[in-house]
T-cell receptor
């Protein structure tokens, strides 16, 4: 079956630091890959997506590249802000949406 | 306009009670879902409906019963509530499960259920 594995948190870093959250997947087909973000007390929002190999998704300074050879979709941001504090979920869609366990990120001023 | 709305936002109830959570989407999507998020933020899919037809029914106690009166609504009824049912329940929708592999799901704000 399909599955998503992402790095465990929590992750705590200072403002303007570099953020990486690792995500790898297992799928039998050719899934699309997503990063969702959940701010405190809210539902999940789509952050970015990539639908085929070598695609790069980007939004709000975050980027992730679909790497078929390493089955990865790592999330990166060069300079985080306090407002980026949230839970981040990696997900894949191969006709069924599967989520990773979520990574809690706290950014301190 | 809220795309996916669920009510209530908070629900506190006693063990043994029966309660319902309602969900509506105004996006014209064919597919709707219920997810359960536990205290560690882990998301588990419970049910999925495509055009009012149940297509995913994960290992969920049969005290949980989804109902989809039309493709814009998916309600969740829970009988005989237990302490372990305390969680945040999210409703979501997407264009179509089978036709669009590359489409994302849109989530509601969640219902925080507390069983005391």
């Amino acid at each position: 079956g399909n599955s998503v594995t992402q790095m465990e948190g929590p992750v705590t870093l200072s403002e303007e630091a570099f953020l990486t959250i690792n995500c790898t997947y297992t799928a039998t087909g050719y899934p699309s890959l997503f990063w969702y973000v959940q701010y405190p007390g809210e539902g999940l929002q789509l952050l970015l997506k990539a639908t085929k190999a070598d695609d790069k998704g980007s939004n709000k300074g975050f980027e992730a590249t679909y790497r078929k050879e390493t089955t990865s979709f790592h999330l990166e941001k060069g300079s985080v802000q306090v407002s980026d504090s949230a839970v981040y979920f990696c997900a894949l869609n191969d006709y069924k949406l599967s989520f990773g366990a979520g990574t809690t990120v706290t950014v301190r001023a | 306009d809220t795309a996916v709305s669920q009510t209530p936002k908070y629900l506190v109830t006693q063990m043994g009670n029966d309660k319902s959570i309602k969900c509506e989407q105004n996006l014209g999507h064919d597919t709707m879902y219920w997810y359960k998020q536990d205290s560690k933020k882990f998301l588990k899919i419970m049910f999925s409906y495509n055009n009012k037809e149940l297509i995913i029914n994960e290992t969920v106690p049969n005290r949980f019963s989804p109902k989809s009166p039309d493709k814009a609504h998916l309600n969740l009824h829970i009988n005989s509530l237990e302490l372990g049912d305390s969680a945040v329940y999210f409703c979501a929708s997407s264009i179509s499960r089978t036709q669009r592999r590359n489409t994302e799901a849109f989530f509601g704000q969640g219902t925080r259920l507390t069983v005391v």
